[in-house]
T-cell receptor, first 112, second 114 residues
């Protein structure tokens, strides 16, 4: 069964600290994996997209990693800011399919 | 602004009623996808249209239907509404038939059924 699981479900960190969010998937065959940021009540916004051959990709303070062998990805946020408070969703696109598989997200709260 | 426009932003209606949600895709995008996000739940894929034709179907209830018009905008019709239909409904668009080529979300319609 194709699934995407994220951990932790929620996380509270102090402003300026780093954090890492995890994503494990069983989707196969694999095409690409994306990380989205979703502010409360808003649509998800893409942060990174990684294909099978990519191990690391950065977007500013966001760095995503992918291990296609173990089917794991992580999103590392450096020097967190209050505006990083949001849900972070891991999305896996299977090869040759029109659907995407969404994780339920990690709710990150950055406090001053 | 993502370029994907959804209207209305908020909708409150009574059980048993019918509503229509509208989505205009980003300029040049031919595919429209509809998603439902209930409170504290992940996004659930409902249906996809590409250039006017239904392409893929997810967990869409029989009470729900959608269509994509010649100008590529799409409408999601929800009928015989139940309290459990209260959710955020998102539309996303992409240029190609496949979801793998980039995917832009609108800001959603919040539906409240009372």
């Amino acid at each position: 069964k194709n699934q995407v699981e994220q951990s932790p479900q929620s996380l509270i960190i102090l402003e300026g600290k780093n954090c890492t969010l995890q994503c494990n998937y069983t989707v196969s065959p694999f095409s690409n994996l994306r990380w989205y940021k979703q502010d409360t009540g808003r649509g998800p916004v893409s942060l990174t997209i990684m294909t099978f051959s990519e191990n690391t990709k950065s977007n500013g303070r966001y760095t995503a990693t992918l291990d296609a062998d173990t089917k794991q990805s992580s999103l590392h946020i450096t020097a967190s800011q209050l505006s990083d408070s949001a849900s972070y969703i891991c999305v896996v696109n299977p090869a040759g399919a029109n659907n995407l598989f969404f994780g339920t997200g990690t709710r990150l709260t950055v406090i001053p | 602004d993502s370029g994907v426009t959804q209207t209305p932003k908020h909708l409150i209606t009574a059980t048993g009623q019918r509503v229509t949600l509208r989505c205009s895709p980003r300029s040049g995008d031919l595919s429209v996808y509809w998603y439902q996000q209930s409170l504290d739940q992940g996004l659930q894929f409902l249906i996809q249209y590409y250039n006017g034709e239904e392409r893929a179907k997810g967990n869409i209830l029989e009470r729900f239907s959608a269509q994509q018009f010649p100008d590529l905008h799409s409408e999601l019709n929800l009928s015989s509404l139940e309290l459990g239909d209260s959710a955020l409904y998102f539309c996303a668009s992409s240029v190609a038939d496949s979801a793998g080529y980039g995917y832009t979300f609108g800001s959603g319609t919040r539906l409240t059924v009372v």
